[in-house]
């Protein structure tokens, strides 16, 4: 069990005998009068949302989730299909993916998140190469300072086209590496 204070954005904590999520969480008080903790949340198993107010000392028991190495393997409405390497299939609803559909391939490789046997999510790799699908070219004169464009990067699924801003220089089919945690340009790809 771990106090209020504890608790990062991140962690997944056991409230009324549920899991849910930490997304927020917003500090209040002093050290004389003592902390609240304002948290938003998400159930892990319904979706749903919740805030709430804790005090500094209130206890928690902190849940550590499995993980397993999955590859993306196909779309079936309205879940996504991810297999493992024995073949084992594992299906996840879209709203449980969040940000992890911009950047879905077929065949990529990522790690399924599961809560009592349930696969609840992916998480992907840091960062990931992907090909410019778009991008207009850059305008002459417009180079001074650190100026970005728009770029839609390939995916496996059409209806989830994403952007990204990049430097002026990056056109179309160039491969590009991207942070999946921040959605920022890294590098350009050089064979």
Request: glycine share 6%; net charge positive; charged share 20%.
């Given at each position: 069990m771990k106090p209020a204070k504890e608790i990062?954005?991140?962690n997944i904590?056991?409230?009324?005998?549920?899991?849910?999520?930490?997304?927020?969480?917003?500090?209040?008080?002093?050290?004389?009068?003592?902390?609240?903790?304002?948290?938003?949340?998400?159930?892990?198993?319904?979706?749903s949302p919740l805030e709430n107010v804790f005090r500094g000392d209130d206890k928690f028991d902190v849940v550590v989730l499995d993980k397993k190495p999955v590859t993306y393997s196909y779309f079936a409405d309205p879940l996504y299909v991810f297999m493992d390497a024995d073949y084992e299939q594992y299906e996840i609803e879209e709203e449980n993916l969040g940000d992890?559909?911009?950047?879905?391939k077929d065949g990529m490789e990522c790690e399924a998140v599961f809560y009592d046997g349930k696969a609840i999510s992916v998480e992907l790799p840091t960062t990931i190469q992907r090909q410019i699908v778009y991008s207009e070219p850059a305008v002459k004169g417009n180079t001074s300072g650190n100026v970005l464009k728009e770029a839609r990067i390939e995916n496996a699924i059409e209806s989830k086209q994403h952007t990204v801003q990049v430097p002026l220089f990056v056109s179309q089919d160039d491969v590009i590496e991207i942070d999946t945690r921040t959605n920022e340009y890294k590098k350009i790809v050089r064979n």
């Open positions: 990062r954005v991140g904590i056991m409230v009324d005998a549920k899991p849910f999520i930490v997304l927020r969480s917003d500090v209040n008080g002093s050290s004389r009068t003592g902390f609240t903790y304002k948290w938003k949340m998400k159930n892990l198993l319904t979706n992890a559909l911009n950047y879905l």
